[in-house]
């Protein structure tokens, strides 16, 4: 199944050219959301406010937002903010092909390299100014150093300092990725390799040691974070959300007939898989069964995760370390088959449903808001005087990325605070809050805009939306309608 003709050798790099040339276009194209504002904002002054800001207001783990903030030194653009993720994810695919190298000799990298390539997921992942690209990149560093230092027949002593050194990075890039590295032990384990897995846990003392400062802030940014929106549901939920997020990920479907076709599709895969890992067991391989376990313990971490906490904390960008696990785990499945057409076929349906998903999402050139183009709209017909309300207040400062016109904009209820992250700030509790916003405004109020992004809370946190259309019902006349992805534009003049 090995590629032999001389372009053979041409074909990665082109899918990674390929790859490139859409994320690029996609991350001039496309507007900022809230948190990519929020990266824009924590690595828009110096190296030490972003550690600040990365720890106590993004309450995440700070080296992505550390080395943003370096490469923002060159040009502090929006462009060049995600030409970082650009930029990763394409080391990432290169990686991928490496790693396919080590896993199927006989199998050229390029099957494979085109499926991570085109997965909505590596796409969105590459098109935003988010810690995610980085996540994927060193999820693969991860397996191919892993593969190298402990499972390779001749284990490079170079790869296990390179793991260490890179299982640190990915601690402090983001706390999910420590399930990857007690699912690779769990690999050496399972295949029985005690002393690589003696020198694989001397390492991963280490790794806790570096990592050991860490520890006071994770449980400052678990405490306000997720006790709002932790929403516990059952075992049968948990399991449904795993699978569901696998399949998204191996066959990605947003609407309801290719979610159909999916779901008889893969029950097919289920038998067919099944028959070939019965007639092909004796050719199994240490590296499959590594793989396989190594998908299977990240998977029940984030089961057990959906039963205690919920989903609201694991969105498909979250869970970005099982990407790479799940695709390598289903695609040694089609290989050990030993037909050149399963994989092709397999490989021609994922791009199928993956070119699919990325029509759909991004057929209307905006993300969530389409704030560029309401800025250029306000600018457009706006006049001197009418303030801008904008709710959430969150929503205003994507739209101040965009928005130069001659009015204020002013968020509702309140300012955005940076020093602290709490959704309960965006709850609008009475009409004595818009009333403020309004005197925050200094205009005379007879006209204004009120922009809405149709984010009416969060879990079980609502922002009170009614609030706010009770108070323009009774005060207001609505004379101009503009619809955006996600969001709403109206011109008010106050009632006589």
């Not at 998204?248 to 898989?273: F, G, K, N, Q, T």
């Amino acid at each position: 199944m090995r590629e032999t003709m001389k372009g053979g050798r041409l074909v990665v790099p082109l899918l990674i050219l390929l790859n490139v040339a859409l994320t690029l276009t996609l991350s001039l194209k496309l507007n900022i959301w809230i948190d990519e504002a929020f990266s824009l904002h924590t690595t828009g002054k110096g190296f030490g406010y972003a550690l600040q800001q990365a720890l106590n207001f993004e309450l995440q783990a700070p080296l992505y937002f550390l080395l943003l903030n370096l490469w923002r030194k060159i040009f502090s653009s929006i462009f060049f903010a995600r030409l970082f993720s650009v930029v990763c994810v394409a080391l990432a695919l290169w990686t991928v092909a490496c790693l396919s190298r080590r896993f199927w000799k006989e199998v050229h990298p390029g099957w494979i390299v085109a499926a991570v390539a085109f997965n909505p997921l590596a796409i969105s992942v590459a098109v935003e100014v988010r810690l995610y690209a980085l996540a994927l990149l060193l999820t693969a560093l991860l397996l191919l150093t892993f593969y190298d230092g402990f499972l390779s027949e001749t284990k490079s002593r170079r790869a296990q300092i390179c793991y260490v050194l890179l299982a640190v990075a990915a601690l402090y890039t983001q706390y999910y990725m420590g399930f990857l590295l007690v699912a690779n032990a769990c690999a050496l384990l399972v295949l029985r390799r005690w002393r690589p897995l003696f020198e694989y846990l001397a390492g991963m003392v280490i790794v806790a040691l570096c990592f050991s400062p860490m520890l006071p802030f994770i449980r400052y940014q678990m405490s306000p974070h997720t006790a709002p929106v932790r929403q516990p549901i059952s075992w049968f939920l948990a399991f449904e959300f795993v699978t569901w997020r696998v399949k998204h990920y191996l066959l990605p479907a947003d609407s309801d007939a290719l979610i159909i076709v999916r779901s008889w599709l893969l029950r097919v895969c289920y038998v067919a898989a099944f028959i070939i890992l019965i007639k092909k067991r004796r050719s199994l391989k240490p590296e499959m069964i590594a793989l396989w376990t190594i998908t299977l313990f990240i998977a029940l971490v984030f089961f057990i995760m959906a039963h205690l906490s919920g989903d609201k904390l694991l969105v498909p960008h979250h869970t970005t370390v099982l990407l790479l696990p799940v695709l390598f785990a289903v695609f040694s499945i089609v290989i050990l088959a030993g037909r050149r057409e399963v994989l092709l076929a397999w490989t021609l349906i994922a791009l199928l449903f993956s070119g699919s998903y990325l029509y759909l999402r991004y057929r209307p050139m905006a993300k969530y808001g389409d704030w560029q183009r309401v800025a250029s709209y306000l600018m457009h017909s706006e006049k001197q005087g009418q303030a801008i309300l904008v709710f959430h207040g969150g929503a205003a400062l994507p739209l101040s990325q965009y928005y130069a016109g001659v009015n204020p904009l002013v968020p509702l209820p309140r300012e955005n605070t940076f020093e602290r992250f709490d959704f309960h700030d965006y709850i609008l509790r009475d009409e004595r809050e818009i009333d403020a916003a309004l005197g925050r405004a200094g205009a005379g109020h007879e006209q204004l805009w009120l922009v809405t992004d149709g984010d009416c809370g969060f879990a079980d946190i609502k922002y009170n939306c009614s609030i706010l259309e009770e108070f323009v019902n009774r005060y207001y006349i609505v004379e101009e309608v503009k619809y955006f992805n996600g969001s709403m534009v109206r011109r008010l003049r106050r009632r006589a």
